[in-house]
């Protein structure tokens, strides 16, 4: 066995984007090793994973074999019936294959396949040395890599995400002479730009890390992230506070830093008036600051800045940051204070000049449809209408806001702070605005994938309606998504909507709503109905219930059986899950199949009344009263949709419904007996799949 070899790559270069640098990262590492693989060179990966900061890529194995284990070709040639002529000597494309492949035709092996004997040269050859293929392994790991807008520098054709300055490539103790992007093979990486800007000896692949750390370079990503966290932890303490470290932001700085450094910062008081959502808004997404917050979960007047350096004067980095942040502040401050002189029901006017969509009409009709939506559905949850119809018609207002102008992902939240502020609300009693005001902020939820659902029931309400009206007037106006291409985020809209139906427990049936939706929208689009929206929806709801473990089978049983909202289907599948458990399922699904088949093929219309009298076969009594007491005791159960239960009783007729099938003919000669036979299989089968169509569940 050939032996193995630590491997380590590194590609040094100019700061790389930071959102793409561990996608780049994941891509070399994935492409090393492939590039390795298809020439069948053996790794022992161990628990090796991308190393990378802003300015390197690296790939670290422990160990790689030395050399390609022995090459093996074979080549088929012509087939013996006109490789050999009648004499059995060889003819010119026996001669002509021989040749080509540098043997006499003699020493060709023979081979059959389905067309009969054939010659076949077959070869064996040393495989190749691994440091003589690495060049070409990192060229195509690197052409591999997803980089759209690659950069060119210098004079040269090629290009990168950024310029490229050096190439560690080592395999054991030796420099690997490799050369990629202009740069060849060295065992000199470089440190921290500024606390230690020099070449750094590599003597093997298994001093990298700590050659690296002495340079002041944590090339490790979890180490590097765990310092971080422990920084700005710690950080925060001191600030007698907790540090809010969000994962986004946390990622960010990671692929900022090579050896980040927590820095405490501050800002003036007078600054909280402004609503803390906006603050910190600007604090993470535009100056990647960790804000502190205080014992009460409130944002307080520090924050956590990261450095790339240890500053031998910190107190100026700190200024930096601090000068920075300022401004931004003081335009939140600034807009905040505006538009509370404006007030929310003033912005509301302006959404009349504000188009929402060509075919669609302004913000101003949306929301108008949104109130009216609102308001019905209120009634059936136990809301005030009158006051979901005003918190409807004031859900968009906070769009004409500076605020939101500045900062777009407070829509709503602005809204909330707006509300409580508005003199002209003030006479809604307190706990009624306070309401409104919260749900002009839930009206968003969920905001993203694994958000909750908004909170207060007049919260659910709104987000109902808009992302009613949002599926009705994109179905309407023809944007229906294709591909990847969704502008009015229709299957986020579908998703929020089945995921607030369904978690806030309305028992609101999905196609009336649609319905309503669809009757208010300005445009009909000709093959607009509500089925085609109700549909989009649930196949939403199969990829949110397939990530909870229900099978592709089980939800089309629960889809496929009337059921009165979506709360009620949760419960079916609940039931189903339990029901695909028991040693019955199988058989008792397999029999409903059987007995749909056998009723789809009748003629007319399956007879309901069945005569105990034309019974002939022990098993069409025992079947009968097996059904017959079955259906007296899953009445209760289903009126109080105890599904589990329903097909835990029905799960006991396998003895029968076997029985029956085995000793039964249904389609009986005697047309009475048939008919009779018929009407009860039709009853057993309408109890089997009162919960759900189990059929789908037979293979």
């Known amino acids: 066995m050939t032996d193995m070899k630590p491997l380590l790559i590194e590609l040094g270069t100019e700061e790389l984007p930071v959102k793409a640098l561990h996608g780049l990262a994941q891509a070399f590492f994935d492409g090393v090793l492939a590039g390795l693989d298809k020439r069948g060179i053996a790794v022992e990966r161990g628990d090796a994973r991308p190393l990378y900061t802003p300015r390197r890529l690296a790939v670290l194995l422990p160990g790689v074999a030395s050399e390609q284990p022995e090459q093996h070709s074979e080549v088929l040639g012509p087939y013996l019936n006109i490789a050999l002529d009648a004499d059995g000597n060889p003819t010119k494309a026996l001669q002509g294959f021989a040749a080509k492949a540098g043997v006499e035709w003699t020493a060709l092996d023979k081979t059959s396949d389905a067309k009969g004997e054939r010659f076949v040269h077959r070869a064996s050859r040393a495989g190749a040395q691994t440091k003589a293929l690495l060049g070409d392994v990192i060229a195509e790991a690197i052409a591999a890599m997803p980089i759209p807008k690659p950069m060119r520098w210098g004079a040269h054709e090629y290009g990168f995400a950024r310029p490229v300055h ?3 490539v080592l395999l054991g103790g030796d420099v690997i002479e490799a050369e990629v992007l202009g740069v060849r093979g060295d065992r000199m990486s470089r440190g921290h730009r500024f606390m230690y800007d020099k070449p750094v000896w590599i003597g093997a692949p298994g001093d990298y890390n700590e050659a690296l750390r002495a340079a ?7 180490e590097r992230r765990a310092r971080i966290v422990a920084e700005v932890e710690a950080a925060a303490d001191a600030c007698g506070g907790t540090a809010r470290i969000d994962a986004g932001i946390l990622e960010e700085v990671n692929g900022l830093t090579e050896w980040p ?13 402004v609503p803390q959502e906006a603050l910190i808004a600007t604090m993470e997404a535009n100056q990647k600051f960790f804000p502190v917050l205080d014992a009460e979960g409130k944002l307080s007047e520090r924050f956590i800045g990261v450095a790339n350096i240890e500053s031998k004067n910190e107190s100026e ?36 000049t504000v188009t929402y969509q060509a075919k669609l009409g302004s913000v101003a009709d949306k929301v108008t449809r949104v109130a009216a939506l609102a308001e019905s559905i209120a009634a059936q949850v136990g809301v005030e209408p009158s006051l979901a119809r005003r918190a409807a018609a004031l859900s968009k207002a906070d769009l004409q806001s500076r605020l939101v102008n500045e900062f777009p992902e407070l829509q709503g939240v602005a809204g909330r ?44 309400v709104l987000a109902i309606s808009e992302r009613l009206d949002t599926l009705a007037g994109g179905f309407a106006a023809g944007l229906k998504p294709t591909g990847n291409k969704d502008p009015f985020a229709l299957r986020r809209n579908a998703l929020g909507l089945a995921r607030t139906l369904l978690e806030g427990g309305h028992d609101l049936l999905l196609h009336e709503l649609v319905e309503r939706a669809v009757s208010l929208q300005p445009v009909k689009h000709d093959e607009l109905g509500s089925y085609d929206i109700s549909q989009f929806v649930y196949d939403r ?17 629960a889809e496929n059986v009337a059921h009165d909202s979506l709360p009620d289907l949760d419960a079916r599948l609940t039931a189903i899950a339990e029901f695909a458990k028991l040693p019955e399922a199988a058989a008792l699904a397999a029999a409903n199949k059987r007995s749909r088949n056998i009723l789809k093929k009748v003629e007319g219309v399956v007879p309901s009344a069945i005569d105990p009298a034309l019974f002939s076969e022990d098993a069409e009594h025992a079947l009968a009263a097996a059904v017959d007491s079955a259906v007296a005791d899953t009445d209760p159960l289903l009126e109080r949709r105890d599904y589990v239960a329903v097909l835990a009783r029905l799960a006991a007729l396998r003895p029968q419904v076997d029985a029956f099938f085995v000793d039964v003919m249904v389609n009986s000669d005697d047309l009475a007996v048939r008919n009779n036979r018929l009407a009860l299989l039709k009853r057993l089968s309408d109890r089997l799949g009162s919960v759900a169509a189990i059929e789908h569940l037979s293979i």
Request: hydrophobic fraction near 50%; glycine fraction near 6%; include cysteine.
């Open 166 to 168: 050096w190439l560690v």
């Open 216 to 222: 002041c370079v944590l090339v490790d990503p979890e």
């Open 261 to 273: 450094k927590a820095i405490a910062c501050g800002f003036e008081r007078t600054f909280l008036a």
């Open 317 to 352: 980095v700190r200024k930096g940051y601090e000068r920075v942040i300022r401004p931004r502040f003081a335009d939140a401050k600034f807009f905040f204070v505006e538009d509370m002189k404006q007030g929310l029901v003033s912005m509301d006017a302006g959404l009349a």
């Open 417 to 460: 702070y707006y509300a409580m502020a508005d003199e002209s609300l003030a006479a809604l009693p307190y706990e009624q605005r306070t309401q409104l005001a919260a749900a002009l902020d839930e009206a968003y939820m969920p905001r993203f994938a694994g958000d909750a659902i908004a909170p207060s029931t007049l919260g659910q």
């Open 541 to 557: 709801l199969r990829g949110y219930y397939a990530d909870r473990g229900v099978t592709a089978a089980q939800f089309d049983a």
